[in-house]
C-alpha cells in the first residue's frame, strides 16, 4: 500500500463533528481491512446492494468513476468475494477512488498493485455466481451504518466516515 500525504484526516473530521446529533456524519465500524494501492481516498458515493454476486459491482466498476467511491453492501457475506484483482484494475482504469465492500475481496497482492484504495471485512479465494441480482444508488446500511447515495465517504488508517456533504 503507499503512503501519501491525505488532504484529511478522519480522525481531524471526527473532532470537528464529534457533537453532530443530527445523523449527518457517521463513523463506521472498525472492522474493515485495507487493501488496494492508495492508502486513503474520499469522493461522492454510489451505493449497490447485492449479496454473492458481483454483476452490477462489475457494471459500475467498468465504468468512468470520476474520482467517486463505490459503497457495496454485500451483507456482510463471508462466503464469497465480491471483488477481486480484475475489477480493482478496472476500477483504478476508469478513475474511481475507493471501493468500501461490505464482504470479502480475493488476489490480495493484484488489489494491492492496483492505484485504488479497497477497504473490505476479509480475505476469501471463492469467486461469486453471476445472477445479474442487486440494487443500485439505494440507502444501504453498512456494519449498522446508512449510506445513502451522494453521501460523502473519507477513509484513511484511522478509519471510514461518511458525511451527507463534502467536508474537505
Same mark, same amino acid.
Given at each position: 500500500?503507499?503512503?501519501?500525504? @491525505?488532504?484529511?484526516?478522519?480522525? /481531524?473530521?471526527?473532532?470537528?463533528?464529534?457533537?453532530?446529533?443530527?445523523? +449527518?456524519? +457517521?463513523?463506521?465500524?472498525?472492522?474493515?481491512?485495507?487493501?488496494?494501492?492508495?492508502?486513503?481516498? %474520499?469522493?461522492?458515493?454510489?451505493?449497490?446492494?447485492?449479496?454473492?454476486?458481483?454483476?452490477?459491482?462489475?457494471?459500475?466498476?467498468?465504468? @468512468?468513476?470520476?474520482?467517486?467511491?463505490?459503497?457495496? /453492501?454485500?451483507?456482510?457475506?463471508?462466503?464469497?468475494?465480491?471483488?477481486?484483482?480484475?475489477? %480493482?484494475?478496472?476500477?483504478?482504469?476508469?478513475?474511481? %477512488?475507493?471501493?468500501?465492500?461490505?464482504?470479502?475481496? +480475493?488476489?490480495?497482492?493484484?488489489?494491492?498493485?492496483?492505484?485504488?484504495?479497497?477497504?473490505?471485512?476479509?480475505?476469501? @479465494?471463492?469467486?461469486?455466481?453471476?445472477?445479474?441480482?442487486?440494487?443500485?444508488?439505494?440507502?444501504?446500511?453498512?456494519?449498522?451504518?446508512?449510506?445513502?447515495?451522494? /453521501?460523502?465517504?473519507?477513509?484513511? %488508517?484511522?478509519?471510514?466516515?461518511?458525511?451527507?456533504?463534502?467536508?474537505?
Amino acid at each position: 500500500m503507499t503512503v501519501s500525504a @491525505p488532504a484529511f484526516s478522519t480522525c /481531524d473530521l471526527c473532532d470537528l463533528h464529534k457533537n453532530d446529533g443530527s445523523g +449527518r456524519f +457517521r463513523v463506521l465500524p472498525p472492522v474493515f481491512q485495507p487493501f488496494g494501492g492508495v492508502a486513503a481516498f %474520499a469522493g461522492p458515493v454510489v451505493t449497490l446492494k447485492v449479496f454473492e454476486d458481483n454483476t452490477l459491482v462489475k457494471q459500475a466498476l467498468d465504468e @468512468p468513476g470520476l474520482g467517486r467511491v463505490l459503497v457495496v /453492501d454485500g451483507g456482510g457475506s463471508l462466503r464469497r468475494a465480491l471483488v477481486g484483482g480484475n475489477l %480493482a484494475k478496472s476500477a483504478a482504469l476508469n478513475g474511481w %477512488a475507493g471501493v468500501v465492500v461490505d464482504g470479502c475481496v +480475493r488476489d490480495v497482492a493484484e488489489l494491492n498493485a492496483e492505484s485504488v484504495g479497497i477497504r473490505a471485512l476479509a480475505l476469501i @479465494p471463492l469467486p461469486t455466481e453471476k445472477r445479474n441480482e442487486g440494487q443500485r444508488d439505494v440507502p444501504v446500511q453498512i456494519q449498522g451504518v446508512w449510506v445513502q447515495p451522494g /453521501d460523502w465517504l473519507y477513509a484513511d %488508517a484511522d478509519g471510514i466516515v461518511v458525511a451527507h456533504q463534502a467536508l474537505v
